[in-house]
């Protein structure tokens, strides 16, 4: 059976919303931005007992390696405590699943016969994953399993081909870190660097439907700040979409003139080891036709362009244990300081005081305790 889910909750007659939640501690949570919800196609509907109903849906194709496929689960008509559900197929390289990012809706019935009130409450649940394909052909996503009051059920895998997007030669993507020995709690600027080339229309376009991936931003901490400018490149993450300033600047590459902008985060990695060719890819939309009136100039095709740019190879190394200060305390920076200064300078034996004690540094200070 095949169905359309709208992204919204079906509600019967004789039912009411009485409530929307997620929760966040379920699971590793991320939204895919540019994917929307109303793009899914159930693919398959599997019956159960009484009013439950469970189904299966996923993003509508193409799909193209690299690019995050957005697949649904839902359970309907929950009215005991609540279900879980969890990707169990085989870990392999070809192909990346994380989630479930998982959402709740609530919803009560309620019928007077006779001047009898009778009142029922069920829940629905959401249990969104994002499928990543690392190679190109019909891949297996799946199966999966469904766990409500106690008993299973297993969702079959389902089958689907992924294509594969040459490099777009006007579209170019970099990722740089400072530098590649770096030590764990230490932070490290990264650089981020899109460019395009064409003209400002088709620039402009390219740019609002861009987005920037790269599995280090979900292996790291990064300590953002908010933008305070609508010039900001998009980082996919599987956390959602983070917003970084850029600035933009005419570089020449190849020959040819490209608008590049360029943004910066800062990197705090927590976990020691060596990291070789992690891929850096983004991915947007180019214009291949214009509608053009005597008012205006609009789009009227767009097809996706995608661009990868030079894996990254690094070093995190764990902190000393030995030949380092007596009085290292775990951060590690450039420019530290020190100073103490109290409230007052003469005092008699037995006054309070108060003391004033200002550490700083280009580096990480949350972390270190009072002395």
């Known amino acids: ?18 409530g929307s939640t997620q929760r ?45 496929v957005v697949l649904q689960i839902t359970a309907s008509g929950i009215e005991g405590a609540a279900p879980d559900c969890r990707y169990v197929g085989p870990s392999n390289p070809e192909l990346q699943v994380l989630g479930p ?13 006779n001047g009898r009130v009778t009142k029922s409450e069920s829940n629905d649940y959401r249990f969104s994953f994002q499928v990543t394909a690392t190679v190109a052909g019909e891949l297996s996503i799946g199966p999966f399993e469904l766990e ?38 230490q932070e490290v600027p990264v650089t981020i660097r899109w460019g395009f080339a064409g003209d400002r229309d088709a620039l402009d376009h390219a740019f609002n439907a861009l987005q920037i991936r790269s599995p280090l931003f979900d292996q790291f901490d990064f300590l953002d700040v908010s933008p305070t ?24 590459r190849n020959g040819r003139e490209f608008i590049v ?47 990868a740019g030079p894996p990254l190879s690094f070093v995190v190394r764990p902190l000393p ?7 290292f305390a775990g951060a590690v920076g450039r420019g530290f300081s020190f100073d103490v200064a109290a409230n007052r300078s003469v005092v ?24």
């Open 24 to 68: 966040p501690n379920e699971a590793r949570l991320f939204r895919f931005m540019g994917t929307v919800v109303s793009c899914l196609v159930a693919a398959m509907f599997l019956p159960a007992c009484g009013t439950l109903a469970q189904e299966i849906a996923i993003q509508r194709p193409p799909y193209y390696v690299g690019e995050p």
């Open 101 to 113: 990012q998982v959402s709740k809706s609530s919803f009560s019935n309620m019928q007077i016969i």
């Open 148 to 185: 409500v009051d106690g008993k299973t059920t297993r969702i079959d895998a389902l089958r689907r081909t992924f294509g594969q997007l040459e490099n777009d030669p006007d579209v170019l993507v970099e990722v740089e870190l400072a530098d590649d020995s770096i030590y764990v709690g």
């Open 348 to 371: 008699r034996v037995g006054d309070p005081i108060s003391l004033e004690i200002t550490l700083a540094g280009d580096g990480s200070l949350e972390d270190l305790p009072l002395p």
């Open 1 to 18: 059976m095949t169905s359309q889910i709208d992204g919204q909750d079906e509600i019967a007659s004789v039912t009411t919303v009485v």
């Open 321 to 327: 244990q030995t030949d380092r200060p007596l009085s």
């Open 229 to 252: 400018t609508r010039q900001t490149l998009t980082i996919a993450t599987a956390q959602g979409n983070v917003l970084v300033d850029g600035e933009a600047s005419k570089e020449q």
């Open 261 to 307: 902008v360029t943004g910066k985060r800062m990197m705090r990695p927590k976990k020691a080891g060596e990291y070789q060719a992690i891929p850096v890819t983004c991915r947007t939309e180019k214009i291949t036709a214009w509608q053009r009136s005597i008012f205006s100039v609009q789009p009227a095709r767009t097809e996706p362009a995608v661009a």
